[in-house]
Structure formats: structure tokens, C-alpha cells
């Protein structure tokens, strides 16, 4: 029997010395968009599933509040108010309200722990979520913004800006959803958050801004769902000021980026306690 030094065999003891002693080399970080799209894409099939009735209760909440201020509003401008606002509430129930519960019961269950220990951007994780969750407003906004038109004599030629209203405004109203379910200590304060912020748009949405008090409309101001409902309504008219349109979008698009980011921000903090 022939004898082979150790030191010669790949396997040996010191050849698992070296390999130990040098730094392991770790796998290439996931890239933004495609981890984005496979958050998208997973948040959008569980929303599927899940949220179908409360899409159904959002957009017959929504039609109910039409119907019952078809007999109290007597202007065109109320219509229109009213008509904008019933159907951006329906983005606000669903990507404000439903994304603070989500990011409220993921924190306590532990489910940020899942996405922490994959090699996944957290912007990626937010920004996924929020999208999917602004997506699925689509049916019950397009339902809604048809059904007051028709209901209130309103145009349907301008229903193509709700291809805007929609992902802008759904994009700030989602970042604060976000934001509020990843600070909340407890699923229960973030399902209040939510609450709150849904009942915020509903009624300083929903409700003509002339009939408001001048401490009322400021607090109007401070909701970014405003400027979609606005956006919204000035094209009712027989010839939109688009300069308005556009700043209002604009508006929506600011406080988007910048709720995104303080959601992004709060993942991160409540990822690592």
C-alpha cells in the first residue's frame, strides 16, 4: 500500500485550511427592476385572490355615495366634485387602507423577516406592493368614473386622464398606506391609520369644496388625493385648462416619490429590529 502526503490531496486538511481562510464570495445582488417585477408580480396574484370582495365593497361604496348626492347636488361643478372624488375613493380604499393593514400584519406576523433575508432591494419590496395594490383600483375606478357620468349627464370623452389619476395618485396614497402600516407598533393601530386616512379622502374628497369652511379646504389641500380629484374634474369641462391638469398630476407625482421613499425608509427601520 502506497502512502500520498496529505498536503497533495485536494481534499486534505490543508487544502480545507486555505479554502477556509480566504473570503467566500458572495452572490451578485438581485437587480432593481427584475426584483421589482417579481414583487409586482407576486403582490398582484395574492391581491387577486384575496382582495376581490373588498374591491366590490370599495366600488359599491363608492356608487351608494353617488347616488345618495344625486338629490342634495344642483350645479355642474358639484357633479363633477362629486363624481371625481367617488371614484379616486376607491384608489384610496384600496391602496391606502389595504396596504396599511398588509404592511401592519406582515411587521407583527414576522413577514419582513421572509423579505430580509432575500437579496431583494426594499425599494423593490415597497415599491412592488404599492404597485400591485394601485393596479387592482383599475376595475373599480373605471366602473365607478362610467357609472357617475352617466348618472350625472357628465362627458365620457376625457375618461382616458383616469390613466394617469390612477397610478399617480394610487402611487401617494400607496407610499402612505406603506408608511403607516411599517410604523405602526401594533396590525391594529395601522388598520386605524388607514381608516382615518380613507375617511379623510372620502369626505374631503367626495364633498364639494364650496360647500366647505375655510379651515376645512386647507386640510383639503394637505391630502394628495385632492389634487387627483381635481385633476380629474377640470376635464368635465368644454375646454380643460390642461396647465391646471398637469400641476395638479404634478403635485400627485411629487408627493408620490417623496411617500415612497419614507415607505422605503420604513421598511428598512422595520426590517432590522
Known amino acids: 500500500m502506497s502512502v500520498v502526503p496529505a498536503e497533495v490531496l485536494p481534499g486534505g486538511a490543508l487544502a480545507v485550511e486555505d479554502t477556509a481562510g480566504g473570503a467566500a464570495e458572495l ?34 361604496q363608492s356608487v351608494g355615495i353617488m347616488i345618495m348626492m344625486r338629490g342634495v347636488v344642483d350645479t355642474r361643478p358639484e357633479a363633477q366634485s362629486v363624481v371625481a372624488g367617488s371614484s379616486v375613493v376607491v384608489v384610496a380604499y384600496v391602496a391606502l387602507n389595504l396596504l396599511a393593514q398588509y404592511f401592519g400584519q406582515l411587521r407583527a406576523s414576522g413577514g419582513l423577516d421572509h423579505y430580509a433575508t432575500l ?35 357628465l362627458p365620457l370623452t376625457n375618461l382616458w386622464i383616469l390613466a394617469l389619476v390612477i397610478p399617480l395618485a394610487g402611487a401617494a396614497l400607496s407610499g402612505l398606506g406603506a408608511a403607516c402600516g411599517l410604523l405602526a407598533s401594533r396590525p391594529e393601530l395601522a388598520t386605524l391609520l388607514g381608516q382615518l386616512g380613507m375617511s379623510a379622502a372620502l369626505l374631503l374628497g367626495v364633498l364639494p369644496p364650496d360647500r366647505m369652511p375655510e379651515p376645512v379646504r386647507l386640510a383639503r389641500d394637505l391630502l394628495p388625493s385632492t389634487y387627483g380629484v381635481e385633476a380629474y374634474a377640470r376635464t368635465f369641462g368644454a375646454r380643460p385648462d390642461w396647465a391646471f391638469v398637469g400641476a395638479d398630476l404634478g403635485v400627485c407625482a411629487g408627493v408620490g416619490v417623496v411617500s415612497l421613499a419614507v415607505a422605503t425608509w420604513a421598511y428598512r427601520r422595520a426590517a432590522v429590529r
Do not use: E, K, M, N
Open 27 to 60: 452572490a451578485p445582488a438581485a437587480r432593481f427592476w427584475p426584483s421589482l417585477v417579481a414583487v409586482y408580480r407576486a403582490q398582484l396574484s395574492r391581491a387577486r385572490v384575496a382582495r376581490i370582495p373588498l374591491l366590490f365593497v370599495a366600488t359599491f
Open 119 to 153: 437579496p431583494v432591494p426594499p425599494a423593490a419590496v415597497v415599491l412592488g406592493a404599492a404597485g400591485a395594490y394601485a393596479s387592482f383600483t383599475v376595475p373599480g375606478t373605471l366602473v365607478t368614473a362610467v357609472f357617475g357620468c352617466v348618472l350625472f349627464g
